[in-house]
């Protein structure tokens, strides 16, 4: 049984990111678990990629870059990084509080829908799977 499902979009150069973001919140609460709970569905946006809140691990970065600048720039840290890539926890974990802090501060500055920003949601699941533990 499961009370919540994240799904993490990447902007990308994606003409349709916006609805996907629109399709998937409309899903938070509509649907139910086997206990006929309503589950939480949270559209996760990571804007230029998925990449850009590994980066943060490593970098500061406060302006929009591309996504193939991201993955340029992640590829120093990591080099063998891929998508799908299974060791990037293993190889960012210490850098975690890091990313969550730098992640946290564009997100207070910056909405999750202005292209013209980056910007990365994943804090949040991070967050929410960090607290879990305590």
């Known amino acids: 049984m499961f009370e919540r499902v994240y799904a993490v979009f990447d ?4 003409l349709t990111f916006h609805d996907a973001l629109d399709r998937a919140r409309a899903l938070d ?6 206990l006929k709970q309503p589950i939480k569905f949270a559209a996760i946006p990571s804007r230029p990629s ?5 980066l943060l691990h490593f970098e500061d970065v406060r302006h929009l870059i591309h996504r ?5 720039r992640l590829k120093v840290y990591l080099p063998g ?3 799908g890539y299974g060791q ?8 975690l ?11 207070d500055r910056v909405s999750p829908t202005d292209d013209r920003e980056p910007y990365t949601g994943i804090v ?6 960090t607290n879990l533990k305590k």
């Open 11 to 14: 902007r990308d150069d994606h």
């Open 29 to 34: 609460g509509a649907l139910t678990n086997d």
């Open 50 to 54: 998925f990449e850009f809140w590994l």
């Open 68 to 72: 193939s600048e991201a993955m340029r």
């Open 81 to 83: 990084y891929d998508k």
């Open 88 to 95: 990037a926890f293993a190889e960012t974990k210490l850098e």
């Open 97 to 107: 509080q890091t990313a969550i802090d730098r992640a946290r501060a564009i997100a």
């Open 124 to 129: 949040d699941v991070v967050e929410f799977l």
